[in-house]
């Protein structure tokens, strides 16, 4: 395991895929986009109450009929913090603790039985598994027809392309888009809807209905938050074995750690490899930051993008070593940033994401359970795809494999 000390320029990251090193923490890009590097700054961005949400496909949302009710996600001010306040009961950590560990536990164990039965797996099929199943327990969805993965897979493809009516290319992505829409609309929300109102559960989906939300805008819900609590955790999973299959140290802490002492180990991983790397806000008012010489003021109306990856390893607010897993670092006060575990990995502000609780424990009563099998080892190297557009990392192909009982 990484020690706070040692050579600074150590890189721990396993997906970084950056060609220009990070210098300033405010500027601006040639085609007039603020880029924002610095911790500090990319706090105050994302807690400041004079943005709205960009980036994340916003530009599909913006083109709903006006009376279907945004996703939580893509809704800023009074509504939105409503609605957080409303759901926010869903991810307590008390309601983690007794509603969701044991499901945890349960959905874990079954994932390895069949890494135990066949002595080898893919681990991004094992980690995807355990997303779903925790996720939609949560969201409610539990009345799916088989063949979730698959519709899912199909939704969130390594690569997308931009639908369009003027090129078949444009209109092969338009129609498949629209019918993995109604795909998991008629074998998994709707199917959740009608038994949801047949008998309310304690869940979102009967929140929502309880709220006079339409069937489309349920839909649209329970992507947003599949996105959220599915494909991001089955990722995370992935590339925080993928750290401990390579250090052995690091292993050896996780193995013999307690569960905060685990989560500390996670929480740093995810510092350095944040799923979603890149978020986007369109200012409302003037913003103002710090810049390497002086105030930079960001006019009203301007698009800033924040680089998470970046932010996350400033040294002014992460301390030495930045770019290395030091579980346990002490953060560096004296900038006022006050960084947390994980830094800015699960955003922060009004958006900062609800499932980071959910998240993180899932991740470790799997991986605990993982690495506690008999002769676990990675047989093959992962290869690494990116989707630029939010600074995201999949990881395929990593091969697991465990001796037989």
Known sequence: MNDATGD???IDRRTDHRTVPATCPVSQASDGTWQVRGYAQARAVLRSTGTLQ???GIETVEKLPARVRRPVLYRDGPEHREHRRQTA???TP???EEHYRDLMVRIAEEQLSTLRAAGTAQLSELSFGMAIDVASAVIGLTNSRPGIRGRL???FPEKFGTPGLTSLHGLYWLLRQNANWLRIHLADVRPAIRAHRREPRDDLISHLIAEGCSDVEILGECLTFAAAGMITT?????????HLFTDDQLLDAYRAGD???RLAILHEILRLEPVVARLSRRTTTALELTGPDGPVTISAGELVDIFLDDANTDPHAVGPRPLSVCPGRTFDERAGTSAGAGGLSFGDGAHRCPGAPIAILE?????SRLFALEGVRMTTTPRVTFKDEIGGYEIRDLTVATDRP
């Open 8 to 10: 600074a320029r150590k």
């Open 54 to 56: 960009a980036g994340l």
């Open 89 to 91: 009961r869903y991810f």
């Open 94 to 96: 008390r309601r983690v």
């Open 153 to 155: 897979e199909a939704f």
């Open 234 to 242: 089955r990722e995370f999973i992935c590339v925080a074995a993928w």
């Open 259 to 261: 569960e905060p002492q």
């Open 363 to 367: 991740t470790d009563i799997f991986l």
